[in-house]
């Protein structure tokens, strides 16, 4: 007989009921009683942040809507979360799985940190009514992750930025990418992987994608027909460095076509893009420092497997050209059509004769003719899955008289003025037009006194005059009234084309002529005067005076 004091509810002194193995609503009643005190499961709660306030090591701390367990101590992700959290960091943990609905409730969550953990398996519907389209940041690198299954990111439509760096990721399966139809960019560097899915992430499946890092993985060979179909965006942001790559002419014109047209994926990591030759481990070659090593490999031919297409070409008369149907369509079951500017369908093998078309596509105008330009439209088409792209491209056809001429522009035209212009002035400089010759003037005859000034201070005096002078030239020497005397200068010298009189401007000493002498030497002077007078009226304006 079992006897219960002071419990119960019983009145104190009161003995309470006697409770046997007969009696089983008394059980009945106590096992209900601890079920009622017992806490009911139930789904993540509306509670506060744990440890509210708390800033001791292995706690977590709420700032608004970020809630933070960093370096918690966590083995699995906390039951009791906020359901306004927008972001949620549980980086540096012991997290190994994310079990199913482990977020579930967290209707406004944008951002998950889930790095530097030991995770190591994802279950099926671990982000289930997760946000599902608002979380668009996931970090789950530097964890042990060795396989992505395609279930994996099934519930993530909106995720925009996915971070699976430094794990040992070595396979990826064909689908893993396929539900996230808005992701921008994806890092996979520092992983093991040896091949990667490129047909499973073009532009009509990922058309947001334009950074995808597989840098730092064991690469060894790249399917270049998959790479080069990819979108130019997507191609611009592919990282590929720091990966075992076998040495071929393919790969290296492939990347060389993109450091070409300055792809930030190949100009800042020129120094790590290296290649084993023969796959030697030892024999590692620098693409874009060991160029000697491609020198046989052929470009042009690597350069025509990259498939692009301008909109807009044009070809000479005769010439071939060749257009290629550029399209993210890939696959056994994608056929190719080109519509001609006559409205003719082309298909492979080509038509009559002017035109050939290939098995990937690309049409060859053999040779070109006039009635060949125009709009020439590619159509290709998956009949597996009933999707079909367009492309256009217009083909000019120049003939040989016609040249591509650049347009006669303003700054050619300011520089022909400029020159023109120059040259005027230098002509008005140098070329001026010579002046008249002046009139001449009548002589006139010469007083004594005005030849003598001549005499003395000009170049332009006369040269012969009949009167002698006053005085005598030397001491003591006297000369009669009744004789003419002719003075004459003794030299003649000539400046600058002027005639200029003798030393000092003064007469030299003279000879003492007879009459008819001096009459014989007046006229022989004056007749020399008369012809010199042109002349000399050319270099002076006063002539010269014969008396």
């Known amino acids: 007989m079992l006897y219960v004091a002071g419990s119960g509810g019983f009145p104190q002194g009161v003995v309470a009921p006697a409770v046997t193995a007969a009696s089983p609503s008394w059980w009945s009643i106590v096992i209900l009683l601890v079920c009622l005190q017992l806490p009911q499961p139930g789904p993540v709660q509306a509670t506060v942040c744990p440890s509210q306030g708390s800033t001791q090591p292995g706690r977590c701390l709420c700032a608004s809507d970020i809630l933070s367990c960093t370096a918690a101590g966590l083995d699995q992700v906390p039951r009791e979360m906020a359901v306004s959290v927008v972001t949620l960091d549980l980086s540096h943990n012991r997290i190994a799985q994310l079990e199913g609905g482990s977020f579930e409730g967290l209707n406004r969550l944008e951002t998950l940190r889930i790095a530097h953990n030991r995770l190591t398996v994802i279950q099926l519907g671990a982000f289930r009514n997760a946000s599902g389209t608002l979380l668009q940041h996931l970090d789950l690198s530097s964890n042990q992750l060795r396989v992505l299954e395609q279930h994996y990111f099934l519930d993530l439509t909106g995720l925009k930025e996915l971070l699976l760096f430094n794990n040992r990721i070595a396979h990826m399966e064909s689908r893993a990418l396929a539900g996230l139809g808005s992701l921008r960019k994806a890092y996979l560097s520092h992983n093991r992987l040896t091949d990667f899915p490129f047909f499973s992430i073009q532009e009509h499946s990922h058309p947001h994608l334009?950074?995808?890092?597989?840098?730092?993985?064991?690469?060894?060979?790249?399917?270049?027909?998959?790479?080069?179909?990819?979108?130019?965006?997507?191609?611009?942001?592919?990282?590929?460095?720091?990966?075992?790559?076998?040495?071929?002419?393919s790969m290296y014109g492939l990347f060389r076509h993109w450091d070409q047209r300055g792809f930030a994926s190949v100009t800042d990591f020129r120094q790590e893009y290296t290649c084993l030759v023969y796959g030697i481990q030892r024999g590692t070659v620098r693409f874009f420092q060991h160029g000697r090593y491609f020198e046989k490999c052929n470009l042009t031919a690597m350069s025509q497997g990259l498939k692009e297409q301008n909109s807009?070409?044009?070809?000479?008369?005769?010439?071939?050209?060749?257009?290629?149907?550029?399209?993210?369509?890939?696959?056994?079951?994608?056929?190719?059509?080109?519509?001609?500017?006559?409205?003719?369908?082309?298909?492979?093998?080509?038509?009559?004769?002017?035109?050939?078309?290939?098995?990937?596509?690309?049409?060859?105008?053999?040779?070109?003719?006039?009635?060949?330009?125009?709009?020439?439209?590619?159509?290709?088409?998956?009949?597996?899955?009933?999707?079909?792209?367009?492309?256009?491209?217009?083909?000019?056809?120049?003939?040989?008289?016609?040249?591509?001429?650049?347009?006669?522009n303003t700054g050619f035209t300011t520089l022909l003025g400029c020159v023109v212009s120059l040259v005027l002035v230098l002509m008005y400089l140098f070329l001026t037009p010579c002046r008249c010759p002046p009139?001449?003037?009548?002589?006139?005859?010469?007083?004594?006194?005005?030849?003598?000034?001549?005499?003395?201070?000009?170049?332009?005096?006369?040269?012969?005059?009949?009167?002698?002078?006053?005085?005598?030239?030397?001491?003591?020497?006297?000369?009669?009234?009744?004789?003419?005397?002719?003075?004459?200068?003794?030299?003649?010298?000539?400046?600058?084309?002027?005639?200029?009189?003798?030393?000092?401007?003064?007469?030299?000493?003279?000879?003492?002529?007879?009459?008819?002498?001096?009459?014989?030497?007046?006229?022989?002077?004056?007749?020399?005067?008369?012809?010199?007078?042109?002349?000399?009226?050319?270099?002076?304006?006063?002539?010269?005076?014969?008396?």
């Open 210 to 249: 334009t950074m995808l890092d597989l840098s730092s993985n064991r690469l060894s060979k790249l399917p270049l027909e998959d790479i080069t179909n990819l979108p130019i965006s997507m191609q611009r942001g592919l990282y590929l460095h720091n990966n075992s790559l076998v040495c071929e002419c």
């Open 439 to 547: 009139c001449r003037k009548v002589p006139t005859p010469a007083t004594p006194s005005q030849g003598k000034e001549a005499g003395a201070g000009s170049a332009q005096s006369s040269i012969l005059t009949p009167t002698p002078p006053a005085t005598t030239e030397g001491p003591g020497r006297k000369v009669s009234t009744n004789k003419h005397v002719v003075f004459l200068e003794p030299i003649r010298e000539q400046q600058n084309g002027r005639v200029r009189a003798g030393t000092g401007g003064h007469l030299g000493p003279g000879l003492l002529l007879g009459a008819e002498q001096h009459s014989k030497l007046h006229n022989q002077s004056q007749q020399r005067a008369g012809e010199a007078d042109p002349i000399m009226s050319m270099f002076s304006d006063t002539p010269i005076t014969l008396q």
């Open 312 to 408: 807009s070409v044009s070809v000479k008369v005769g010439k071939p050209m060749l257009l290629h149907c550029v399209s993210t369509l890939i696959g056994q079951h994608v056929t190719f059509l080109w519509v001609s500017p006559n409205q003719e369908y082309v298909a492979p093998p080509g038509n009559n004769g002017s035109l050939k078309m290939y098995a990937n596509g690309s049409l060859e105008i053999v040779a070109a003719r006039a009635e060949d330009s125009g709009i020439y439209w590619c159509m290709s088409l998956d009949r597996q899955q009933q999707r079909n792209e367009t492309q256009e491209v217009n083909v000019t056809v120049v003939l040989h008289n016609d040249e591509l001429h650049e347009p006669f």
